[in-house]
């Protein structure tokens, strides 16, 4: 090449020449992705006109919105006063003034640091559910989280010596995520009982002394489950548990309340409210209806007609009746299928009416999970000569249940979207019931669209991320399985 | 086979189970418990309704307040069950509160076939109509073919239909779910007329940004006898709560307010009111109750004058005026029957 | 039995019931079948303890007596001097129309979102994405409310429509317009729209005190007739087809046979609309949709639509890039693609979840309670229910028609689904 001097011959490559204006940059951009037809050039236009018709209605309502007031006539005043007779504008002022209700009910305002710190232990007691003890994300995470419930903390003006006990708390358990992940499951094995102690508050032993039920289950299993089998075990382990909590667990935590009164202020159900009363009773629903969702979509897959039978037919009633009624048969019909004389709260009938109602669908989720495993799973377990309980429990379960988490998370948006519909058995969930309050006081009757507009944003962030996060896990268990 | 024998066998074993468990007194509960549960509206605007606090205030509550005063000597003793129009009475029947003081008319039905008791009458009420000043409307007999907005479940939709039957008139029912939702449909136009109890159509208009523009017809198509209400077969519970009540109508009567309760208690030489507030006789242990019951009801928020004036009185942005609820002695109907 | 028969000579001892996994499923069940009729018997002897001791009784004879309350929508005839059955039935009505447009809206808006999501279209996708994500994120009741009050807040009273002499004499215009060709008036107490008329009836068959209107009867029969002949028309122009190659001109047989006949008869009965008019204080004539109607519809349609438009995505994503490249290759147009190759393999996948969200928006149509929309929960569990107190009663019969419509329902899908699955060999 480099002895070849013939002078028509160039000795160097051209640059590349630029692409015609069209075909680059901003304009082939347009041009692809807006105006590459005359369907899509029309559809683009109405786009843009949508967008404009929106913006252009309601921006200056946003604009003149009002923050410091103390009354709707004040509200309407000061924006006369401003943007001219006629004008419009939000009166943000209603929420500044009530926001607690929207997120705590009735909770007594000092202890609001209570729901917070429960807040904040379940999502780290998620961790080990979620994450599947990977030393890094475990650390950053429940380091986010602590940092997120101090600002929180602060932001309630939470007493010094619970800030000091918290921070102690939560240092431990980002110490714990750091040093042995793993460790961090005893978080989600306890949470449920701090949890209730934390919200409820009460005496420390009934919460105690239910979990000994559970450790009694677990000890009458593993002790008889050789002799007994897996089913007949657990049977025997919940029949001892259930004599110990109907009759034996009040005579012990009675005299260990009165010789030892460890605990926290009561504060009943009735109190709770706004968004503190969607989570607890999404989240009860949810975490409760799995274990049975679980019984329900291995009976629905069972080999026995009875067992099937009756699963299936609990299954297809429950999703077959609408939420509404379930609430309804809570706070009218329940009262008549119990003993007479038996009281539960209203929230504590519509809990359990909830669960029964989540189970159902919480078992065709899992039953989805189960029927994507491959059948050679089943048939190596089988080869391995596991038995039904042994195979289920070692081999199906833990996959089957790692492909139903996005279902699971995806129920529970459903679950917590459905929890403003306890406004219409007189409960104060955030949306109807403590709007339906605050419109109550004279000083906000008339208030329309800015606690919708409020709630529904809260509602939409929290969906939104649990729907991305769900989203970023099935694709992630997805690459798993390839 | 072995299938069906057995569940008969179990029907038959469950039917024959049935025994009725007798019934603990509802004073016995209360006073166990140390806590009234009291069945309350979800919010309406002066007769019951928390504040920015959680607290209940209000007409309504006021009576709940006097009872847990009057039984358990604290009228913070009270613990407030939000209802609404479909849940109360199940609330009540099934003994999920101890009494109802919610709005609820008086009727028939409600009275015998719902079991339950409606022991008095706080609040004479009457269904009305409010309409726009420029619709050219003075009586409700010109409202043929107008679109009336309407709360359902309630008696007031019986009213309308009975009333507009009666004159031989037509209307279009807009159905609202609750009265702020009424409010705000009425404004924005969608009916012609609102109609609801008077008292709730002036609480309404007062809190109007227009108020002059409305105006509420002549006619009231309805008697809504409003009162607290407990349940059927517990007589001692319902006279406790009746005669607590009209212990605050006698305190009125008799001119016994809260400011000058101890000192009337002290020098007062009327026998009726000595009675009343425990000095002389024992009116109080006829019910299970100690001597100072009334006393203690009175103090809790004043007699039932001053309960009217504080909540939803004409010094009140409500501004209802007494009318039908004045003492029998100022041409109302609010009679108490002698303490003696 | 059949087990015992196959087993070798073992005699059956009764430890084997527990011990022996061939008889322990027997056990196991049989405890199961006890635990659960004791539990059932425990609740029916409760209910009757209960009612026993609150004076009360089941009964059902309420539903024969008057009502007392007037509806604003009802599909048959319904007065307040009509029975709770009667409310009911109108309620139940409520709650299919609702059930069965919403489903109707929501495939169409849900197929469009879920194609347009796709688009290279960037402001389209965009859009589209962030309605699915709004919808799907935010309660359907905050829905509900919001599309009724903007329907009830924004829409013209009735007033604005009346033009007045003085208005003529100077020449200006009322503040609102029916649109349509003066057809449809929206106003702030509901839509207005023309309703069709005929002048020579057929007659009405009362079938238990519903009536059904024959002229319309006819013309559904017309209708259906006509597209089995089209059907057969297709058939036949199929078989050409396949025999000879070249497919023969249907269309205008089609289009005469299908609407042909239907014309003819319609001009024959005299139809005309009767238009909505202003008058009194509203406008009369045609048929008055009430807002609370058309909020729970544009609502739930809306709603629903974003869940299907994601199983739509869903599905059009599952089928593989090799049908789209393969039709590319065969000079296939990008729209007859997706119309011709992929949404029919994808209808496969989207079907059964389809299921699920027209199961979803059927019970969903209880929300419209919260805008009092009366349907069945309005009706049955809603007025009548707190008139007469009969709260066991209403649930039980409520529960069970929600129950029974949802297995409809599914049972008529399940079919459906069957017929569409791949014939696989």
Redesign the interface.
Known sequence: MSNNNASFVRTEMLGSQEPPTSERGAIK?VR???F?SAL?SI??LL??A??YLIISGSLPWFLHGVWNASSMGECRQIVADNYGEGASGACWAMIHERWHQYMFGFYPRELYWRPVTAFALMIVSLAPVLYYNNRRTDTVMTGVVSVLLMLALWGVNTPGSVFAAVFLLFAVIVAVARVAPKYLVWVTILFPAVGFLLLWGGSVWSPVGAMAGFVLIGITYSLTKDR??V??GT?VGVIIASIWWLFIQSHVTGPLASAMNLGFEKVDSDQFGGFLLAFVIGVTAISASLPVGILLALGRRS?????KA?SVGFI??I???????ML??AS??L??????QTKFDLILRVIILVTVFSAAYIAEVIRGGLAALPKGQYEAADALGL?YWQAQRLIIMPQALKISIPGIVSSF?GLF??T??VA?VGLADP??GITKIVRADINWKGI??EP?IF??LI??VV??SM?RYSMYLENKLKRDHR | MK?SV??GA??V???L?????A?ASTLDDVKARGELICGVNTGLTGFGAPDANGNYQGFDVAICQAVAAAVLGDPAAVKYVPTT??TR??AL?SGEVDMLARNSTWTF??DN???LDFVAVNYYDGQGFMVHKDLGVSSAKELD???ICIQ???TT??N???FF?ANGMS???????DDS?AQ??YL?????AFTTDASGLAATRATLPDAENHIILPEIISKEPLGPVVR??DNNWGDIVRWTYYALVTAEEKGITQANLDETAATSTDPETRRLLGVDGDLGAMMGLDAEWAKRAIAANGNYGEIFASTIGEATPIGLARGLNALWTQGGLQYAPPFR | MAIAATTPKETFRLSML?YD?RY??YT??F????L???F?????????????????DINFSFLFQRA?????QQLIPYT?DSTHGRALFVGLLNTLIVAVFGCFFATIIGVVAGV?RL??????SR?MTVYV??F???????WI??AF?IL??TAP?P?DFKVTDEMVAAGTEPAAHMILWDTVAIT??GTNIPMPYVDHHIGTLNFLDVPFNLTVAVALLIVLAGGYVNRIINRRAQVIQETTGVRPTTWWQSILVLFGPLVVYLWAMGLHWDLPVLG???FAGGI?V???FTALLIAISLYTGAFIAEAVRGGILAISRGQTEAAFALGVRPGRTMQLVILPQALRVIIPPLISQY?NLT??T??G????Y?DL??TL???T?????R??EC?LL??AI??T???IISSMMNVYNTAMKLKER
Not at chain 1, 319 to 325: D, F, Y
Not at chain 3, 40 to 56: S, V, Y
Not at chain 3, 369 to 372: D, K, V
Not at chain 3, 385 to 389: A, D, F, K, P, R
């Open positions: 951009w692809e992705n807006l590459s899509n559809l683009t786009g843009v949508a967008i007994l089998g089913p007949v049977g080999d026995m007609p009875l067992i009756l297809e009633f999703r077959g009746v609408p939420l509404i009624t309804f048969t009218l019909l009262q008549y299928f119990l003993p007479p038995d948006i979207k459905d403003t519909l219409l949306l109807q329309y669209w919708y709630v529904g509602f939409f969906c939104f729907s | 299938k057995f569940l179990a029907t074993a469950g039917l189970a049935v025994a009725v468990s019934q129009g479909e009475f199940t029947a039905s409600r076939d719902l079991k073919g107008a679109t359902t479940g309630t939709e019986l309308l239909a009975d039957k209307y279009t029912p807009v159905t609202v779910a939702e705000r449909q924005a136009g969608a009916c012609d059927h077969g | 527990i996994t322990r499923s196991i069940q405890v199961v079948l006890v659960f009729v004791a059932l018997a425990w609740l029916l002897n409760n209910t009757i303890i209960n009612l026993a001791a609150k004076d009360k007392g309350y007037d509806l604003d307040n347009l688009s290279h279209n960037w402001v389209v859009l994500e709004t799907r994120n935010i309660p359907l009741l905050l409310i919001l009050v009830s807040e009273s007033r702030n107490r009194g204080f509203n008055n009430a807002h609370s199961l019970k969903n209880t929300l309670m919260a805008i009092s009366l929960k309005g569990g809603g007025i229910l707190n008139q007469t107190g709260e066991l649930m409520m529960m929600y129950l419509l949802s297995l």
